[in-house]
């Protein structure tokens, strides 16, 4: 069962009881990311998240850890184009510690000026580290040319420039702005009572005022005329990796389910058609699959391969012969029946975790 409670100051508390768990997944969700930033601060929302594990009013950098990872859990954190999120899976019995430890994190950070020039270099190796990973880099091509001249173009961690330029008043103000109750969730999965996640949440939020929602420039697929665009990046590497991307659903479509479906049959695993062409009958790569991205207001759908440079031609040719099967053919009643019942089956795997469950 899902409970979900507003408090007077619009934060919002949502959990799901699972008596038969030991443990609990809890996260604070803020409503900011890297669509939320202007130009001159790309990768901010990301740079705050590595700062507010550096210490806080009441916990120490050592403490943060230590407290949650002292009684046997597990303590992270992630920034995304819509979301930040700060996270943990604990034994249940610590829930009320580990949500002071987690809010004291989104409502105090210190934000120490020697910790802002720490974390200046580790992004900047961060940055350096994902260029070097041919696999990942490719999808920062690819988002390069599918939103041209629109924050989803732009890396979550922004760019060497605006985190070489970024200042810590910046981070503070950008903090400021957008953590407050309007713009919070706070969310829990496990062995916990709804109840007493909603008491201690209004305990510790309850004073802070509401402040105004965050708000973003909207995609519009006016803008973007329907034409073919490539991204080609050289490097001296063993493997050419390509992502093709389409424009595809916002996350709350009403035919999102059938996307889903889509995803499943053509690469999502392996008696996928793309998996079985390009790998099981012609070995042209050993990573063949599909992705779908979902956002608030438009979505993508990608293919992604890693091959010998000399595959290429043969495996986009094969991609989209595959694509343009799956547009003219009606997929066939067992095909279709095994891919729901593929997504029933990982759904109902995934959610037997307390902090899968959480995200859920």
Not at 31 to 51: D, M, P, Q, W
Not at 158 to 181: A, H, L
């Amino acid at each position: 069962m899902y409970l979900k409670t507003k408090l007077p100051n619009n934060l919002i508390v949502v959990s799901s009881y699972m008596p038969q768990m030991k443990s609990v997944g809890l996260g604070i969700w803020i409503k900011t990311g890297s669509r939320y930033e202007k130009n001159n601060v790309k990768g901010i929302a990301h740079f705050l998240e590595h700062c507010v594990f550096k210490g806080t009013k009441n916990f120490s950098i050592s403490e943060i850890k230590e407290s949650i990872e002292g009684v046997g859990g597990s303590l992270n954190g992630f920034t995304s184009e819509e979301f930040t999120c700060y996270f943990v899976k604990i034994p249940a019995k610590y829930l009320k510690l580990s949500l002071e430890v987690l809010s004291d994190m989104v409502i105090n950070p210190t934000i120490p000026v020697n910790e802002v020039e720490r974390e200046r270099g580790v992004i900047l190796e961060e940055i350096n580290m994902y260029e070097d990973l041919p696999s990942v880099h490719v999808y920062d091509l690819l988002d390069k040319i599918m939103w041209p001249h629109h924050a989803l173009g732009i890396p979550i961690i922004g760019t060497r420039e605006s985190i070489i330029r970024m200042t810590r008043k910046e981070i503070v103000n950008f903090k400021e702005e957008f953590y407050n109750p309007s713009n919070i969730i706070v969310s829990a999965s496990g062995n916990l009572e709804h109840q007493d996640l909603v008491k201690y949440t209004k305990d510790i939020f309850g004073k802070m005022k509401p402040k105004k929602k965050s708000v973003f420039n909207r995609f519009s697929k006016s803008r973007y005329p329907y034409i073919a665009h490539t991204n080609f990046l050289e490097k001296d590497t063993q493997q050419l990796h390509l992502a093709i991307g389409f424009h595809a659903l916002e996350r709350e479509h009403p035919v999102r389910y059938a996307l889903s479906l889509v995803h499943i049959i053509l690469g999502a695993n392996m008696s996928s058609r793309l998996f079985q062409e390009i790998r099981e009958k012609k070995g042209l790569a050993y990573e063949i699959g599909t992705q779908i991205k979902k956002f608030y207001d438009t979505g993508a759908f990608i293919v992604k391969a890693g091959m010998d440079n000399q595959n290429l031609e043969k495996t986009v040719s094969l991609i989209l012969e595959e694509l343009g099967k799956i547009k003219k053919n009606l997929v066939s009643k067992d095909e279709f029946s095994r891919a729901k019942e593929f997504y029933k089956g990982q759904l109902s795997l995934a959610l037997e975790d307390t902090l899968e469950h959480m995200l859920w």
